[in-house]
Every structure is written in C-alpha cells, then in structure tokens.
C-alpha cells in the first residue's frame, strides 16, 4: 500500500478543491447544508446538488467518459469524497445509482441499458433505489421470496421488499427476484437481477417512521408488477453473482462513511473545545480514541483502494471494513454523548443542548449501523468462511 500521492494525482485534489471553494452554497470549509424539516424539500435541494457536482464532472469520475465520467481510477473518486468531507458538503442523494447500481450496470449491463441509465444516474435526474432485502430474508438475501413469474416479453412481479433507502423518491430500484422455484434449483441458482420501473402499476410504496423519528425508509409492495425482458441485469437465473458485484462495492471501500465520520469527528473535537470537554481526561482519552478509529478508518479505505487500483476486485475483505467502521462509528457517537453531558438525552431545540439535537439524531440513526449494507454477524460469518478459511460449521 502506497499513500504517496502522484503528481497527477495532487493536481486533480487542488482541482476539486478549487471548484468547491468556487462552488459550494455555503462558506467553504465553515458553514453547513441547511436543515430540512420536510424530506422532500431535502431531496429537492440534494438533487439540485448533485446535478451541480455532476455539471463540474465531480460524480462518477471513474466512470467512463462516453457515460458522463472521467475515465480515472478508484484513487481519484476517493479524493473527491476527502475534499467533499474537508468542504463539509452534504452525501450525494443519488448514491443507490452512483455507488451501487451504475458499477453492476457498467460491469453487467448491456450496450443498451448502460447508455439508457448510467447518464442520468449522475446527475440526480434519476434516483435508483435497491430492492434487495425482504422481511424474511435480510442479510441472507439468497432467501429471497418475491417472485418474478415470466410472461410474454419479460416477469410479472409479487413480493415485498423493505428498509429501501428514498424509495418514495426512486425513479428505478434494482431487484432481486426468484424466477426459478427452490423446487427446481438450489436457492442461489434461481434468482435474477431487475431493474424495477418504481412508477410502474402495482408498485406501492410505505414509510417507516424510524426512531430518528424521519421517515427514509421503506417497505416496498409489488402486485403484479410489469417488468419488460430488457430490464433484466445479466443472464436469467445468475442474479446471486451479479448481486454480488453490487454488494463488493456496498462493502468494499466506504467513502461515503468515511465523509460522514471525517466531518463528524471535526464537529466533535470542535463541541468539546467549545463545552470544555477537553478539560475532562477521561474524554480527552476517548476522543483521541476516536480521532485514532477515524484515522484508521481512512487508512483501512485506503488499502481496499490500492487492491482496485491494481485491477483487483475488493473481494471479502471489504466485509472486515463494513464491520470495523460500524462498531466504531457507535463508540465515536458514545463518546459524542459523553462530550454533550446533561444535554444528551434532549431533543432538536431543547435549550442548553449542544449542537441543538443534531448529535442526539446521529446517535440513533447510528444504531442501525451494525445491522444495514448487511449484518455484522453476517459480515463475521463471511470474514470467517472466506478470508480466514474456517468451516461452515
């Protein structure tokens, strides 16, 4: 692993640092994204973003030119995502489509499909959505239930899917679907991967209000759903390896984690500094704890980054950086709770709380962070059974 940057590579920070200085809705580096009471007027505002980030050719930069991007490496995107945390700029909304479904597009997808989804996954002007999990089949997604039956000219779709991030905003979700019984075929063998018309007839989508008290996800309803031929991903029945290509990059370098982190952790050290928490030795020591676990964070990234450099997949290792970043974001945000003292278990608004319940919101919606992109248990299983070799059993 070299951290040396190149010259190229130095020069193209100084660019993307630039056009944010010049850019940005907001004073570079100090102010925030403005909050939104109503989720809708952020996606509004987050689309409008990213279509700005894409005009600048900041989006997908490893994608090929022909598609929108620069035709540069995994190293370069991961700059943008370190100068976007130094800008404090807000995550892409369309990052379903940008980190997920557009690299199993380019890598599965054909002709065709890739010249009719990956232009206007850049710039926000379609949102993708993924539609894997269901209620009974979470982290072992081969389990899945919904049905795709086949039909004239493509599948008619039934099931349920849930915790879909921003469906009730998605253009298109990717799909996993059986479309050969368990009767007929081993569960990882009869399953394919759709791309979903999510305004399509029969598609009905369901709020869930989380403990945050917002309502991103969803649970998702299918009802005989129309799903034409060319909207299938790869060969029938060889979704499970297709999905797989989609879940090694879910997994395999997080920079949109590590944006989130890098700008928590200076919100932090700046909330102890105005708090007098440095004045505590007992969080002095977590928080160098935590600039530690970020740092590592970054580092950990890094290695995944010089495996795709080199042409390699980020393979089961990836599952090694999902599962130490989401137990460390829990002891960053515990540790963000001692910083807030008395104030912790107050609310948005509540007076003498610190960050005005902005650190309190992040505190639960990081609960969840051991269970989503899969859970940790699962992550454990994999990191046993395929890096260090140990039975199934």
Not at 16 to 33: D, F, H, I, M, T
Not at 67 to 73: E, H, L
Request: proline share 6%; with cysteine.
């Amino acid at each position: 692993m070299d951290l040396t940057p190149t010259a190229e590579q130095t020069a193209f920070r100084a660019e993307v640092r630039s056009w944010l200085q010049a850019n940005l809705p907001w004073e570079y580096g100090k102010g925030l994204p403005p909050h939104f009471d109503d989720l809708a007027e952020e996606v509004t505002f987050l689309r409008e973003w990213q279509g700005r980030l894409a005009t600048g050719r900041l989006v997908g930069v490893a994608w090929p030119e022909e598609f929108g991007g620069r035709g540069a490496g995994p190293i370069e995107h991961f700059i943008i995502q370190e100068e976007l945390a130094r800008a404090r700029a807000p995550e892409l909304v369309g990052r379903i489509g940008v980190n997920l479904a557009g690299p199993t597009l380019l890598a599965n997808g054909t002709p065709e499909q890739k010249a009719r989804w990956l232009p206007k996954i850049l710039s926000a002007e379609e949102l993708f959505c993924q539609l894997f999990s269901e209620p009974g089949a979470g982290s072992d997604l081969a389990a899945v239930a919904t049905r795709a039956d086949p039909v004239d000219d493509g599948w008619v779709l039934n099931g349920q899917k849930v915790w879909t991030s921003y469906a009730q905003f998605a253009d298109w979700g990717v799909c996993l679907a059986r479309t050969r019984p368990l009767t007929e075929a081993p569960k990882h063998k009869g399953i394919s991967y759709l791309v979903v018309d999510m305004h399509a007839p029969g598609v009905e989508v369901r709020p869930l209000v989380q403990i945050t008290g917002e309502a991103e996800f969803n649970e998702v309803f299918f009802s005989n759903v129309f799903v034409p031929r060319d909207q299938l991903i790869g060969p029938e029945h060889e979704g499970w390896r297709v999905a797989n290509s989609t879940l090694s990059h879910e997994r395999g370098v997080n920079p949109r984690q590590l944006v989130i982190h890098m700008q928590l952790l200076e919100e932090l050290l700046r909330l102890a500094r105005d708090t007098g928490g440095y004045d505590d030795h007992r969080i002095q020591q977590r928080l160098a704890e935590a600039y530690v676990e970020v740092r590592l964070f970054q580092l950990h990234n890094w290695r995944s980054l010089s495996r795709m450099a080199k042409g390699q997949e980020p393979g089961p290792e990836g599952s090694a950086l999902k599962l130490y970043w989401s137990e460390m974001s829990k002891r960053v945000h515990d540790t963000a709770m001692a910083v807030v003292g008395p104030a912790a278990p107050l609310w948005f608004g509540a007076e003498g709380n610190p960050g005005g319940g902005r650190w309190q919101r992040s505190w639960l919606y990081y609960q969840a962070s051991s269970i989503w992109a899969g859970a940790n248990e699962i992550q454990r299983n994999i990191i046993g059974e395929r890096v260090l070799g140990l039975p199934r059993d």
